[in-house]
Every structure is written in C-alpha cells, then in structure tokens.
C-alpha cells in the first residue's frame, strides 16, 4: 500500500449501505467537500438527519451498478457479503472501491485520521488490525492536542511570508526551521513576535 492525501472536493463518492459505519465513514468526505450519495433500502437516524440537512442525497433502494457507474469513490458499508463482492467485481479499474467488512477486497484503505486544523495524521495497519489503528490514534490525540489547530495557523501564515519574500533560499530555510522551535508551540506573544520579525519581510514584495 502506498499512502496519499486525495482532494475529493466537489467529486462524486457513494456510500453503499446506510448504517452507522456508513455514516462514520460520509463524515469525513463531507468535511473534505465531496459530493455524497447514500443507497440503501433503509438509512440510521444520523443519514437522516444529515439527509434534511441537505449534506447528502440519500437512494432508498438495492443498490444497483448504475447507482456508482460514475463514482469516483466508493465506500461498500454494508452487512451482505454478496452484496459487498458484486459492487466491487462491478466497480470499474479506474475507480476506488473500499469494502469496509473485507480489506482483501477493494484497492484502498481508510486510515484511523487524527485531524487538529491543518494537522492531519493517519495511521494503519494495512487490515491487519484497525482496533490498534484507532488506538494509535487516540493515544497521538494526547500528544497533539487541540492547541495544534492555532500553531498550525501560525505556521502556515509564517511559511506564505517567507516562500513570498525576496531572501535567499539558504536564508528562508533559516527562518523555516526557526518556525517551529517549542517556544512558538506554546507560547502565543512569541508566534506574534516572530511574525512581526517578519513584517519587513513581507513589504520587499508589497
């Protein structure tokens, strides 16, 4: 497995059942931005919701080959084997298929995601074990914590300035490494100083 970060802004994804672990898996693509439909006879209160919402389009039917003909991701989430394996012989090369009750079937797996802002850290074990994967995660949230989501603000802010600036590569290098020292992790008056370091920086290319 090779793991990538995948823009699925405005793409078509379909949930193929309407459970729970459905549901688990819609909130993510929706927070990326993708356009999401779920087909199932029967839906979980939380689709529902999210279906009134406007967040998905919702097919109360069996699913159908037609249903994810164009799909450009396909979650296969529901508890009938059969069902499972036709989707994914059906699903053509070009799409990705994941089958969340058999990792040898489908051509990618759904990491356990810590995401604080910016920050996004994905753990797994390639099937073996998603428990572990998940605990992984959740004993990574106790490191990187909340605070994360402002520090990365800072980072990202003070990284534009200087990639934008008219300094030498050696000297933007410099100043990036200095970027994420501890004392700018914690303390929020030195973040500010920092950047106001750089103010003279940002006016060579005003």
Known sequence: MYPITLNIENRKCVIIGGGKIGYFKARPLLDAGADVTVVSPDICEEFRLL??????????????????????????????????????????????????????LGNFHIPATLNRGM???????????????KKIRNDLGDVYDESYEEYL????????????????????????????????????????????????VEAEFK
């Open 51 to 104: 279906e009134r919402e406007g967040g998905i389009r919702v097919s109360l039917k069996e699913v159908e080959e037609a249903d994810y003909r164009e799909a450009f991701l396909i979650i296969v989430a529901t508890n009938s084997e059969e069902v499972n394996e036709r989707v994914y012989r059906n699903a053509s090369s070009s799409q990705l298929v994941n089958v969340i009750s058999n990792h040898e």
């Open 119 to 133: 920050l996004s850290i994905s753990v797994s074990t390639n099937g073996a074990s998603p428990a572990l994967s």
């Open 153 to 200: 603000e800072f980072l990202f802010e003070a990284r534009m300035i200087i990639k934008k600036s008219l300094l030498t590569n050696e000297e933007k290098s410099k100043l990036l490494k200095e970027s994420i020292a501890d004392i700018y992790k914690h303390s929020t008056k030195e973040r500010y100083r920092f950047l106001a370091r750089l103010l003279p």
